[in-house]
């Protein structure tokens, strides 16, 4: 029942499965050795193409002078930063994504934020140590996606 990963950069971690009897039930436990993180095993959130066409929209950040595009393209949002090429993104949570691939190390999050009508007015970013990076939401401007 434990699992050590391939052509990983850290030999020695594992990973093993724990099946407890009280909440939250199934585990994921990550091993390195000096400490273990555990997991608990989630159901995707599936959103309907309205929930997804709210969250689009430009967000800039004037502290990073830089434009995050959101789209809904085949019922899937996605990600374009400064012109560079789409990202798609999975949902975690209620307002909260997440890229569907991303390299090691990538641990970015990103949040919108609401008014208290429930309208969509920005975007925070957590990077590892750059947390609740701020991105104001401007006017749609694009309404297709292509790539």
Do not use: C
């Amino acid at each position: 029942g434990r699992f050590s990963p391939v052509d990983f950069p850290y030999p020695h971690e594992t990973v093993r499965f724990e099946m407890r009897n009280e909440p939250p039930g199934e585990l994921l436990i990550y091993d390195w050795g000096t400490g273990s993180l555990d997991f608990q095993r989630f159901q995707p959130l599936v959103l309907t193409d309205e929930q997804l066409q709210s969250l689009s929209g430009e967000y800039h950040s004037d502290e990073l002078q830089t434009v995050f595009s959101i789209r809904v393209k085949d019922g899937e949002l996605r990600l374009q930063i400064n012109n560079h090429g789409w990202e798609q993104l999975i949902p975690t949570h209620a307002d909260e994504f997440v890229p569907r691939d991303r390299p090691y190390l990538d641990s970015r999050i990103l949040k919108f934020q609401r008014d208290e009508g429930g309208a969509v007015t920005s975007l925070q970013v957590d990077n590892g140590r750059a947390n609740e990076v701020e991105f104001e939401r401007r006017d749609l401007r694009h309404e297709s996606v292509s790539n």
